[in-house]
C-alpha cells in the first residue's frame, strides 16, 4: 500500500487545479488518471481524426462514440472519449491526462450575474467569482478571442455568418474567449502543420497542438515544483475510510484496458475530480455498500444535462460546415421569454453536412432533476434523466423561438438526448461545505463538475466555473492542510 499527503483523483480542470495549488503550497500530491497522456508529436498524429477513427477515439469501446460519427468499428483501446449511457440522456466525458480538456471546445465562457444566481446558492457571491477566480482560471489558461485574421480567413465562414445573421436581426451575438494558441491556428492556416483545429477536429483531440488544454498548462506546472506525480492508466474503483484517512483502490491498466496490476493508496487528504459522473458515481456506491456510509442523502441528487441541445440549420448562406473549429461564435438569447438560450456555431465536420448547414450546441437553463442510484445486483450505479420534464423540453422551444427572430434558415434537427457538459451529483452547500468539504468526512472534498447545483451552468458551458469554483474551494482548504 502507498501513502501520499494527498491525493487528486481526475486530471481534468478540477483535478488539475488542485494539484498545481497543492504543489505550490509544498504539499505532495499524487494524481491519478484512468486515460493516457496524449503528448502532441512533431508528426502532429498523436490523436485519431474523423477521417480515419480508431481505438484512440473512443473509451474501450469497440465502436466510435462521438455525435454524428457513432457506430464504426473500432479497436477497443484506452482512447480519448467516453460515452456514459444513462436512462434518458447519454453523456460525452473524456479520457486522458488533461480530463475533457482533450476533447472540450476550449471555450471559457462566463455566465451572466442574473442567470447565475438563477443556479447558483444564494451566499455564492457573483461578484467575488467575477473579481476573483473567473479571471484566475483564464490567466492560468491563456484565453483570448478570435483574431480579426482569423475570422476573415475562408475556413471561418460558418462564425461570421452567425455573427452576420445576429447583426441583421438586431439581437446579440460575439466571440469566445478560447484556450487556444493562435500562432498554432495561423500554421494550420498557412498549411505550415496538418489541418487540424482549422478542419473542425474536436471531439478526438487537437492535433496540431493548438489546444491549450490542462496537459499543456497547469499540470507540468505542477509537476515542475518536485511536489506532484501523476499516475496515468490508474482507474479508482473504490474509495473508503479508515482510522487516519482515506483508502482508495486503483487497478492500472494497459493501453487495452486490461488490468495489469490492483492496489490500495492511502491519504489524508483525498480530492475527487473525476468529473460530475464519475466521482458521483464513486460516492454513490461508496455510500449504499457502506464504505462511506454518512454521506449525505444528497449525494446522487441535482444533476442536470445543462440545457445541451444539439441542433442543425438549413438553408444559409455558404457556411463550411466541416470547417472553422472549435466553436468560437455564440447567439445569446438570455432574454428569450420562452427559455434563456446561447448557442454556439460548431463544426461538425463528421456528419459531411454540404454548404448552407450549420451545426451548433445549445445551452440553456437546464433543471437539476437527475439522479444516480446504485443496483446491489450488479454492483453498479446508473443515472436517470426526466427527458421529458416541461424544464427540460422548453429549452428546445426556446431554441425554436429565437430562430423566429433570427428570421433566416431552417431548422433540421434539435437533439436534447446527448450532453458534453454534465452538471451536479454531489451538490455545493448540501453534500458538502460551501467550499466543497464533503458532509460528515473531515479530509474528503469534491473539486470538480459534480458541485454545479442547479443543473446547468447558466446558459454556458461549464469548464469555466468549475476552475472558478476549484480554485476557490483549494484557497480555503490548503491553509487547513499546511497546519496540520
Known amino acids: 500500500m502507498r501513502d501520499t499527503e494527498a491525493l487528486v483523483v481526475g486530471s481534468g480542470f478540477g483535478g488539475a487545479i488542485a494539484a498545481l495549488r497543492l504543489a505550490e503550497a509544498g504539499v505532495q500530491t499524487l494524481v491519478l488518471e484512468r486515460g493516457r497522456r496524449w503528448p502532441i508529436t512533431d508528426a502532429h498524429d498523436t490523436f485519431a481524426t474523423y ?38 440522456i447519454d453523456v460525452l466525458v473524456g479520457a486522458g491526462v488533461g480530463g475533457g480538456s482533450l476533447v472540450y471546445n476550449t471555450v471559457l465562457y462566463q455566465p ?6 438563477r443556479v447558483m446558492p444564494s451566499w455564492l457571491s457573483y461578484d467575488e467569482m467575477d473579481e476573483v477566480w473567473y479571471p484566475k482560471v483564464r490567466e492560468a489558461v491563456g484565453v483570448s478571442t478570435m483574431p480579426a485574421d482569423v475570422l476573415a480567413h475562408e ?15 438586431g439581437m446579440t451575438a460575439r466571440l469566445f474567449e478560447l484556450g487556444l494558441d493562435w500562432d498554432v491556428i495561423r500554421a494550420e ?33 505542477a509537476e515542475a515544483t518536485g511536489k506532484v506525480e501523476v499516475l496515468p492508466l490508474h482507474q479508482v474503483t473504490d474509495v473508503r475510510e479508515n482510522g487516519s484517512g482515506y483508502l482508495v483502490t486503483v487497478d492500472e491498466l ?85 427559455a434563456p438560450i446561447a448557442m454556439a456555431a460548431m463544426p461538425i465536420p463528421q456528419a459531411k453536412m454540404p454548404e448552407g448547414f450549420m451545426g451548433l450546441i445549445g445551452m440553456g437553463l437546464g433543471p437539476a432533476k437527475g439522479t444516480f442510484s446504485y443496483d446491489g445486483r450488479t454492483d453498479t ?36 438526448g446527448l450532453t458534453g457538459h454534465p452538471c451536479g451529483g454531489v451538490p455545493l452547500g448540501l453534500a458538502t461545505d460551501e467550499y466543497g468539504r464533503v458532509n460528515g468526512y473531515p479530509g474528503l472534498y469534491v473539486v470538480d463538475g459534480a458541485l454545479l447545483p442547479g443543473g446547468s451552468a447558466a446558459c454556458t458551458n461549464p469548464a469555466l466555473t468549475i476552475g472558478a469554483l476549484a480554485e476557490r474551494a483549494l484557497a480555503a482548504i490548503i491553509p487547513d492542510i499546511v497546519e496540520e
Open 254 to 338: 494497459d493501453d487495452n484496458g486490461r488490468v495489469v496490476a490492483r492496489r490500495d493508496i492511502h491519504t489524508k487528504h483525498l480530492f475527487l475530480a473525476a468529473g460530475s459522473v464519475a466521482t458521483t458515481k464513486l460516492l454513490v456506491r461508496a455510500r449504499d455498500t457502506g464504505a462511506l456510509p454518512k454521506l449525505a442523502d444528497s449525494v446522487g441528487t441535482r444533476w442536470g444535462a445543462n440545457g445541451d441541445l444539439v441542433i442543425i440549420r438549413s438553408g444559409l448562406p455558404p457556411t463550411g460546415p466541416s470547417e472553422g473549429g472549435p466553436a468560437g461564435a455564440v447567439l445569446e438569447d438570455l432574454d428569450n421569454p420562452v
Open 189 to 221: 492556416l498557412a498549411g505550415a502543420i496538418p489541418p487540424s483545429q482549422i478542419a473542425g477536429q474536436v471531439w478526438y483531440g487537437a492535433n496540431s497542438g493548438a489546444k491549450r488544454s490542462l496537459d499543456r498548462t497547469h499540470l507540468p506546472r
Open 112 to 117: 451572466r450575474r442574473d442567470l447565475f444566481g
Open 51 to 88: 477521417d480515419s477513427p480508431d481505438g484512440r477515439a473512443a473509451w474501450l469501446s469497440p465502436v466510435t462514440v462521438a455525435p454524428a460519427q457513432e457506430g464504426l468499428p473500432i479497436d477497443v483501446y484506452t482512447g480519448v472519449l467516453e460515452r456514459v449511457r444513462g436512462e434518458g
Open 381 to 416: 450505479v446508473g443515472l436517470t434523466w426526466p427527458k421529458d420534464d416541461p424544464e427540460a423540453t422548453v429549452i428546445a422551444d426556446g431554441a425554436r423561438a429565437a430562430f423566429e427572430r433570427l428570421g433566416t434558415g431552417k431548422i433540421e434537427a434539435i437533439d436534447a
Open 155 to 169: 475556413r471561418y465562414r460558418g462564425q461570421r455568418v452567425l455573427l452576420e445573421e445576429a447583426a441583421a436581426a
